[in-house]
């Protein structure tokens, strides 16, 4: 009898039958992945042996190794929650607040993995910067700059979105002092007010 040919992607029962909290495994997993071996060294087999899971598994949930590289990174850093908090009652502030969100995403260990994970991955890799020009740009700045109906909101956008992974980059990265050492809300002081100009002022 001719075995049944399952279709592409699709779990084998027993990954099936991991229970509900499979996916949240996945995507922790997925996170300390790439935040320990970067985007090239990961591999969704590494993903799924570090979940428990069954690799079909990962590929039914997520599709590719760039979709479950972008959901891990959406769980750290979550556009659609902090918008609205953010923008706020007014445009007065939102330097601050929008310097506040992106240091203490920084500082947070849990997030700051996989956030090294892609600033390192998007020197070298599409598909890590293409994950960052969405979640960092797009679907966040360019969200609030557009929002907050100023002229040139794409451009706008860039301009705080360098000064932000700047920062990132000379502080969690390159670990350049006096900034590495900082407090971070002398970061947030120095920094709000620049973000401030880039999004609020006309």
């Known amino acids: 009898m001719t075995q049944q040919r399952r279709g592409r992607g699709r779990p084998a029962r027993r990954a099936a039958e991991e229970g509900p909290g499979a996916r949240e495994r996945i995507l922790q997993a997925a996170r300390d992945e790439f935040a320990e ?43 659609a929650l902090v918008v609205p908090a953010i923008l706020g009652q ?49 679907r966040l700045l360019e969200r609030v700059a557009a929002d907050l109906q100023v002229p040139d ?21 390159l670990k350049l002092e006096p900034l590495a050492s900082a407090d971070p809300e002398d970061i947030v002081a120095m920094v709000a007010p620049t973000l401030q100009r880039y999004l609020a002022e006309a």
């Open 153 to 173: 909101p794409q451009f706008r956008a860039e301009l705080a979105a360098s000064q932000m992974v700047g920062v990132a980059m000379m502080r969690y990265v």
């Open 90 to 138: 007014s445009p007065e502030g939102i330097g601050e607040r929008l310097a506040r969100y992106f240091i203490a995403v920084w500082e947070n260990p849990a997030s700051r993995a996989p956030m090294l994970a892609i600033i390192r991955s998007a020197v070298t890799h599409e598909a890590a910067a293409k994950v960052m020009r969405g979640f960092v740009l797009r």
């Open 37 to 79: 071996r970067g985007y090239d060294k990961t591999t969704m087999r590494g993903i799924a042996r570090a979940a428990g899971v069954d690799a079909a598994l990962v590929h039914h949930y997520f599709g590719t190794k760039d979709d479950v590289f972008a959901a891990a990174i959406e769980v750290s850093f979550e556009p």
